[in-house]
């Protein structure tokens, strides 16, 4: 799945990738369904939906320093931005 996902996801079919991801993380919950979730947003310049999905992935995976840090990242740049 990741993999169909990630290709999906390259030929900029973000909506796509989108409905994918959130399946996946429905089935069976990984880190990195929801960092790739979260860069779809991003792309899709959607960075409060990209905000929540690190959100989301936090409660599930306290701690988890690559969720944390893209979140960072993005509440930086949104807050540049604003």
């Given at each position: 799945m990741?993999?169909?996902c990630t290709v999906v996801c390259r030929l900029g079919m973000y909506r796509d990738a989108e409905r994918q991801f959130k399946s996946s993380i429905t089935d069976q919950p990984m880190i990195d369904?929801?960092?790739?979730?979260?860069k779809v947003y991003?792309?899709?310049?959607?960075p409060?939906?990209?905000?929540?999905v690190y959100?989301?992935?936090?409660v599930k995976f306290p701690q988890?320093?690559?969720l944390l840090l893209g979140q960072?990242?993005?509440h930086e740049v949104h807050t540049r931005i604003s």
């Open positions: 990741s993999l169909t369904m929801y960092l790739y979730l979260a991003i792309r899709m310049d959607q409060l939906a990209a905000i929540e959100k989301q992935g936090l988890e320093v690559s960072a990242r993005v």
